[in-house]
């Protein structure tokens, strides 16, 4: 029985030992956590920049606030750098810059209502559609282009303005061969050579085609529409890992409704 005893207290001064220096090994570790704390106080961890590529003329999407870039994209994709934990930075830039910017990697992204194509497909990665658009043609009220069609009738010879590089310049100089399309840097400048009579029509996208109408007057939209798209967001061939990042956040601000929300702020 003594014996028992004896083998029980052993026992337990063992335990309490490792009790102990666990204790003792514990402690440095809180002192360090606690000297750490208070060399950075209430500093917050820098996160890591993700680049963004736009151009900035194609209201609501994006377009210049005082110096502040805004709009359907700019929004979105604050919401998805805030998911993906890092801070966005929007460079704006020429639209037919922006495939090149992304593959050359001066840029994580490019977002500018872009248009999924076949052809683009070859060059860049696109993620899943976040948004649809609409190629609209933009005439003077009282024009003698009153249908698409009236475009490609036989001995046409209307002049379309198109934004350089866009789907509506593309599309464009196919249909009507490039001598009747003539390219712009930005919508802004299609419809300013719409209002001075340099071109006949302007193609582009109906969302900026309806802000550029608002700010232009005697301009109107036809009815029937060019052509339907997709928009997304591009990134580099290279580039796989971000494009899932990107596509989980789209999912994830889609089925949040995020996204739904953000549209119906900036389209009525
Ligand atoms: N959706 C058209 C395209 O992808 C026009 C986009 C123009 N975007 C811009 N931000 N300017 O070609």
Redo the contacts with the bound molecule.
Sequence with gaps: MKKFLALVLALAMVTMSFALVSCNEAEPETNDEVVENNETPEVPEEKPVIKMA??A??QP??YYEGDKIVGIDAEIAALIAEYLGMTLEIQDME?DTIITAVKEGAVDFGM????VTEDRLLEIDFTNSYAT?VQSVIVPVGSPITTVDDLFAEGATYKAGV?LG???DIYASGDLGSDRVIQYN??NNAVLALVGGSVDCVII?NEPAKALVAANEGLMILDTSYAD?D?AICVSKENTELLDKLNEAILALTENGKIAEIVAKYIK
């Design positions: 736009t151009n003329y194609f999407y994006e639209f500018a209502g872009m248009t658009g934004q866009t789907t509506g930005n919508g996208d798209e928009y």
